[in-house]
């Protein structure tokens, strides 16, 4: 599958661990042309080795739920490239203390601040950045199980997912008719940064290993290789669905 038309921009590369890491190695090895987006400041000396090995042609701060740095992106966008053809959304965070609450009293400030960065976002993108979608454009998010069965202590987390699942669903419905298609990848558990928060990870990892169809935990690769079919002419027929890549255990009843 070659990418070599493609210019896309990832948002949500913390280290080497985050899947938008497995995701940017992928789209690399295919030829795509990159932009990286990270959270903050403090992410830059972590970042900044990781896009120069891939040769990125830009990476810049955005935190998502302030307008103004999506507006800067949307104008760094611009001035390099003009239009692009492919957007990564690989964010999430929930307050740490909202993981180890019974789950009724999760707060108010906790359940907006959660469906803010990990969904609303999405939508936010969307509506400063279509202007420079070229025609065929492809978005893709990162999306968990804990949104459709509960997995105790993952919380407000599921409810974000739940919700940016059904957000990925309303967006392909709504700009399908631009050309634009927008689909969610559903990973196993995979030991990054974002998970080390949720309360006995290591678990489900061991449970994915014993219980999955395929007997094995999934890698940030496995989930760059689904991601390059999604944001490639291959997947041009393919909006508005959640990817499992889990090694089966979604279909398994333990
Ligand atoms: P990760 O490396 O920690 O990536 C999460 C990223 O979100 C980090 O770069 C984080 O920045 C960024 N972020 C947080 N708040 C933000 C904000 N306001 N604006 C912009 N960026 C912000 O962990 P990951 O596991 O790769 O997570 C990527 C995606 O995959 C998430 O949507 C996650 O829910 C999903 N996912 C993960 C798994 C798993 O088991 N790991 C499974 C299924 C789905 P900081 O690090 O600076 O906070």
Avoid at 111 to 118: G, M, N, Q, R, V
Avoid at 120 to 127: A, K, P
Avoid at 200 to 227: C, E, M, R, Y
Wanted: proline fraction near 3%; charged fraction near 20%.
């Amino acid at each position: 599958m070659d990418l070599k038309n493609k210019k896309i921009v990832v948002l949500g590369l913390a280290n080497k661990r985050s899947i938008a890491w497995g995701i940017l190695q992928n789209l690399k090895a295919r030829g795509a042309t990159i932009g990286i987006c990270y959270f903050h400041q403090s992410n830059l000396k972590r970042v900044k080795p990781l896009a120069e090995e891939i040769e990125a042609d830009f990476y810049i701060e955005a935190d998502v739920t302030k307008t103004e740095e999506i507006e800067n992106l949307h104008n760094v966008i611009k001035e390099k490239w003009g239009t692009f053809d492919g957007l990564v959304h690989s964010i999430a965070f929930s307050p740490s203390e909202e993981f180890n609450k019974r789950f009724h009293e999760c707060s108010k400030k906790g359940f907006f601040e959660t469906l803010d960065i990990s969904a609303f976002s999405l939508v936010s993108l969307c509506q400063v950045l279509k202007p420079l979608f070229s025609n065929n454009f492809s978005i893709i998010s990162m999306t968990y199980y804990g949104s459709k069965k509960v997995l105790p202590g993952y919380n407000l987390m599921g409810v974000a997912k739940a919700a940016l699942e059904s957000i990925t669903m309303y967006l392909a419905h709504d700009l399908g008719r631009d050309g634009i298609r927008v689909n969610a990848i559903s990973a196993g558990p995979i030991k990054t940064l974002a998970a080390v928060g949720i309360p006995n990870f290591s678990t489900f990892l061991d449970n994915i290993k014993d219980h999955s169809p395929l007997k094995k935990n999934v890698t940030i690769q496995d989930v760059g290789n689904l991601a390059s079919f999604l944001l490639s002419d291959n997947s041009s027929s393919i909006t508005g669905q959640v990817h499992y890549v889990d090694a089966g255990i979604s279909i398994v009843t333990k």
